[in-house]
């Protein structure tokens, strides 16, 4: 089994920054791809950053030049580096651990937002 913790999350005001962080645990396949997600209410979950094992990033256009996403040498946990965040970055986010072939894996969603 496979759990997510994310952390990080938090209130702060437009232009600001916060870093998340994800840390995975139980039997972790490899490769896989790490990512970040995010649904705010009444709206459709929609990918903010993904990072494979090998390093290969991919970011939604409303992020990119802002976000950066990031893993640990063990590729265990991914991280999330957001800079001048905008209130429309407000959202519940959620961490993913994807093997391909396997199991995909959420973690419980840490809660970002950002005042005007």
């Known amino acids: 089994q496979v759990q997510l913790v994310e952390s990080g999350g938090g209130l702060v005001q437009a232009g600001g920054s916060l870093r998340l962080s994800c840390a995975a645990s139980?039997?972790?396949?490899?490769?896989?791809?790490m990512g970040w997600y995010r649904q705010a209410p009444g709206k459709a979950r929609e990918l903010v950053a993904t990072?494979?094992?090998?390093?290969?990033?991919n970011y939604a256009d409303s992020v990119k030049g802002r976000f950066a996403i990031s893993r640990d040498n063990a590729k265990t946990t991914v991280y999330l580096q957001m800079n001048n965040l905008k209130p429309e970055d407000t959202a519940e986010y959620c961490c993913n651990l994807d093997p391909p072939g396997f199991q995909s894996y959420w973690g419980w969603g840490t809660q970002v937002t950002v005042s005007s």
């Open positions: 139980g039997i972790i396949y490899s490769p896989n791809t």
């Open positions: 990072i494979s094992s090998g390093g290969r990033t």
